[in-house]
């Protein structure tokens, strides 16, 4: 179960861990609906690969999963993952939201649920985690980019790119996640709806336009190659984040 990305959110990746295919599509229609990507998996030690494999932005996770609890999963994820999690339980005591949220979940839904509840919590916790411009990255240095998720915008050093969409998700994931390296593979999962039709080297062509755009505007480019790996945004990047223009 896999939806299309829509060009505002071409960098969000979201794991649905659910053993009732109902529920899961319920979920994956109302998010792709926001434009957002989705994959389904109904067991717990699947959704632990999924994420280990990487590329997913936020996790719903069933706490009563088949194989092992939800709660367990969590456990297991926190200790190599700090993506968001939002546990969807039929349980609804005060004591299992306690349970959930101590284990490092970031929010707690019982069931049964409103669809669009979901996604706004979805959207609230994205909104949160994700700095806009001027933030500073984990090592205080200023930010660089402005990414306009709503206007599928990006700013570099305070100018405007003009980007194709392909070249928008592919920038947005990068800045998204200073410093992470991404394959060809994880960046056409994410960016290209028919990435099954589609060749990596789509991605090193793409790349190779990006680097041009933010040379003009400020005379180098933060993008790094990994041979044999993939790519990565510089993570100690210090030019000024002054407000676009």
């Known amino acids: 179960m896999t939806t299309s990305l829509s060009a505002t959110e071409a960098a969000t990746r979201i794991l649905i861990v659910e ?8 979920l994956a229609f109302a998010l792709a609906g926001e434009g957002y990507s989705t994959e389904w998996r109904s067991l717990g030690r699947e959704a632990l690969a999924a994420v280990n494999d990487g590329g997913f932005d936020l996790v719903i996770l069933d706490v009563g999963l088949p194989d092992i609890g939800g709660f367990d999963v969590c456990r297991e994820l926190r200790r190599h993952s700090d ?13 299992d939201r306690i349970v959930g949220l101590e284990l490092g979940a970031d929010d707690y839904v019982a069931k049964p649920f409103s669809p669009r509840e979901v996604v706004s919590r979805v959207r609230a916790i994205l909104r949160r985690l994700r700095p806009r411009g001027g933030a500073h990255d984990a090592h205080g240095a200023a930010n660089p980019f402005t990414v306009d998720a709503d206007g599928a915008r990006i700013a570099y050093c305070g100018t405007w790119l003009s980007l194709t969409r392909y070249e928008y998700g592919l920038l947005a994931t990068l800045a998204d996640h200073p410093g992470r390296i991404f394959s060809r593979a994880q960046l056409m999962a994410r960016v290209w709806q028919d990435a099954g039709e589609s060749l990596e080297r789509t991605v090193d062509a793409h790349v190779k336009t990006l680097r041009a755009k933010l040379r003009e505007v400020a005379g180098d480019d933060p993008i790094e190659t990994h041979r044999g790996l993939g790519y990565s945004l510089r993570r100690d990047l210090r030019r000024d984040a002054s407000a676009p223009r």
């Open 19 to 26: 053993d009732e295919p109902a529920i899961a599509d319920t």
């Open 83 to 95: 993506v968001p999690v939002i546990f969807l339980t039929a349980r609804s005591d005060e004591i």
